[in-house]
């Protein structure tokens, strides 16, 4: 691993006393005469029952009969059973609640799509809208324990599905929308769903996507699939298979808005969510009614400090765990889930910036990877919209460079609102490491793990580590972790216990600086070894990036006969620069200033994109396969795969 660290910084933000007056961890502390949040960090990783008993009495987690132990460790720390005896339907709490209260008129879902179409749903509209869909569901043969996909732009029927199939006490099965026909099998054949929420397309920079042909070449090679719901959202014709396929406005807009919904155990399977796996075969997290919804929702509630009346957007798709975060976040706290679907720099850079004045969004969450794409447009598109309402920006999904982060926090925030740095995972249902509104801030930390996380940083031997770069682990369960691998029990003990005894390791760099503030530095595999240094390759692409020609990098090691491995460097350069030998002089100079000699790049070379996840996130793993020819293994979870292939021929 790297073995120092200077990522260091001065405070950025500090918490005002309206912020922490605010603030549900204030409550929350309060509530349990707990003094400050030192404490409240030992007591909740400590005593795991105590707190997460506190969160769900907290969060107003209802149960039709209560739970008789908080978690049931006798199989072990890898597998906590939660909950134990409890009986609830996470529906239940983001809906039906609320149906006698005055909540029932509040805005539970605002959307707009790309072309300038609005809608909202309240929570009594959102109510009747779920019933119909259940009703919907049962009237097609769908029961308890049946898996369903949801393939869809992100519209408001998205939500209403996602709660549909868990009413009726399904299996949510979210998938991204831009994947292809054979990422769509694999998932849905691994999960024997059967039934696919999809649409005829959706909309992308002003033109219409078609999406049904992909649902239909999967639907033919998934045996288990018996029925496919089809929203009209961009009114292409498209072909339907008479017996198998629905049209959502003539199957649910016919059903009664009055439905039961089903009662089941805290622990029944909610959803199974597929992550990218490095032998290119995804790895399905299963999650359960009492896991990631509670874990979602405490931290919206301790990170982003949602309260209900605000409205969160986090830019993404629902086949990242960030949107079904969102969806049962926001419910759960009584918020309003804001979604939009088309580009977001379309029809011009300012976009972002329109939705957060037209809708008075007060939580907005963006990937580093936006900010870097969107700094080069200049000032003037975030400076002519009222931006008054928001109150925190939130990022997760890759690690931050020093000088986007600046950008964001001190011209488009004014230095006013912090910046919620959030890491963690599908498997984990949301955050090891987060800040929060009651600590100060450097740029690109972390203030804290989040509550009930034990999480440390250790050396090759398991040993903690401070000022030093190592691996992040955690040392006691949480409510949220994953259940397990979708029939493969093993691959997940493997990949997060097997190292050192009842210790998760999470596969990424992290490092605690002399003030106590977090940092994550990239995946563990990632790691670089040059000349006999380690480094994480963000330290190498935080200094590429500080060029104003540059708009993002990635940085690899590639065999090298003399140094065991050298660097190789790819940058995406700002709109109207052209790739020079100059340029490329400077970047070579700029890397040895900061760094020596020794790591001097080996190459740098430009393209025009990098390999991306739908979260934002540079595949590094790819980018060296492809430079060196290798098979890339899994490439599903790509939204822009031509940029492999750009890669290839980049010599």
């Not at 609320?98 to 309240?122: C, D, F, N, R």
């Not at 109207?576 to 890397?591: F, N």
């Not at 000699?597 to 396969?625: G, Q, Y």
């Amino acid at each position: 691993m790297p073995d120092q660290f200077d990522f260091g910084g001065e405070i950025a933000w500090r918490p005002t006393p309206e912020y922490v007056e605010r603030a549900h961890l204030t409550a929350f502390m309060r509530q349990h005469k707990i003094a400050d949040f030192a404490t409240l960090m030992e007591r909740s990783t400590i005593d795991v029952p105590w707190f997460t008993d506190a969160v769900l009495k907290y969060l107003n987690i209802r149960f039709y009969e209560p739970y008789t132990q908080v978690v049931d460790l006798s199989g072990g720390i890898q597998l906590p059973k939660w909950c134990v005896g409890g009986k609830m339907n996470i529906v239940h709490n983001c809906v039906d609640k609320y149906q006698p209260s005055v909540i029932s008129h509040q805005p539970a879902v605002v959307w707009e799509g790309e072309e300038g179409v609005t809608k909202t749903l309240t929570y009594r509209e959102l109510f009747q809208q779920v019933n119909k869909t259940a009703n919907a569901l049962r009237e097609l043969g769908l029961k308890k324990g049946d898996a369903i996909g949801l393939f869809m732009p992100m519209t408001p029927e998205i939500v209403v599905a996602l709660l549909a199939v868990a009413k009726i006490g399904g299996v949510i099965l979210p998938l991204f929308s831009g994947y292809g026909a054979g990422a769509v099998v694999s998932r849905l054949t691994d999960a024997g769903a059967a039934a696919l929420f999809t649409a005829d397309g959706a909309f992308r920079r002003g033109k219409a996507v078609e999406m049904k042909s992909i649902a239909d070449e999967a639907a033919a090679q998934t045996p288990s699939l018996k029925h496919m719901i089809v929203v009209k959202r961009t009114g292409q014709d498209i072909p339907m298979e008479a017996g198998r396929d629905h049209w959502w406005h003539e199957l649910v807009e016919r059903q009664s808005d009055v439905s039961e919904t089903e009662n089941t155990a805290a622990e029944d399977p909610l959803m199974i969510i597929y992550t990218s796996g490095t032998t290119g075969r995804p790895k399905g997290a299963l999650h359960t009614h009492c896991g990631f919804p509670v874990k979602a929702a405490q931290d919206m509630a301790f990170g982003t400090d949602v309260h209900a009346g605000d409205v969160f957007y986090w830019m993404t798709d629902m086949g990242w765990m960030m949107g079904p975060w969102l969806v049962f976040g926001t419910l759960l706290l009584g918020a309003t889930c804001f979604l939009y679907d088309g580009a977001p720099d379309f029809p011009g850079p300012d976009r972002l910036w329109a939705l957060v004045e037209r809708h008075k969004i007060t939580q907005l969450g963006v990937s580093p990877t936006l900010i870097r794409s969107l700094i080069p447009h200049g000032n003037e598109h975030f400076e002519k919209h009222d931006l008054s309402s928001l109150r925190f920006f939130a990022s997760t999904g890759e690690p931050w460079n020093p000088d986007p982060w600046m950008w964001l926090f001190k011209e488009v925030g004014g230095g006013m609102r912090p910046i919620i740095n959030y890491s963690g995972g599908t498997e984990i249902s949301g955050g090891i490491v987060m800040g929060n509104p009651l600590l100060p801030l450097k740029p690109c930390a972390f203030s804290a793990p989040c509550p009930g996380m034990a999480a440390d940083v250790v050396d090759e031997n398991g040993q903690p580590v401070r000022n030093a770069v190592g691996e992040l682990v955690i040392r006691a369960p949480w409510i949220g972790m994953t259940r397990g691998f979708w029939k493969d029990p093993q691959r997940y003990l493997d990949t997060y216990w097997g190292r050192w005894e009842n210790v998760w390791v999470h596969g990424d760099f992290a490092a605690i600086d002399g003030d106590g503030l977090w940092y994550i530095l990239g995946r563990s595999d990632d790691t670089l070894k040059i000349a006999g240094k380690r480094l994480g390759p963000a330290e190498v692409e935080s200094i590429l990036v500080h060029h104003p020609d540059v708009v993002e990098s990635a940085a690899i090691g590639v065999p090298d006969e003399v140094k065991g491995m050298a660097l190789v460097v790819f940058c995406v350069l700002k709109k109207g620069v052209s790739p020079s030998d100059e340029l490329r002089a400077a970047l070579k100079q700029m890397i040895v200033a900061e760094m020596g000699k020794p790591l001097s790049p080996k190459k740098v070379l430009f393209v025009s994109d990098l390999p991306k996840t739908r979260n934002a996130k540079v595949m590094r793993r790819m980018i060296r396969a492809a430079y060196l020819s290798l098979e890339p293994g899994d490439t599903s979870s790509l939204v822009n795969p031509d940029a492999v292939e750009e890669i290839r021929r980049a010599k």
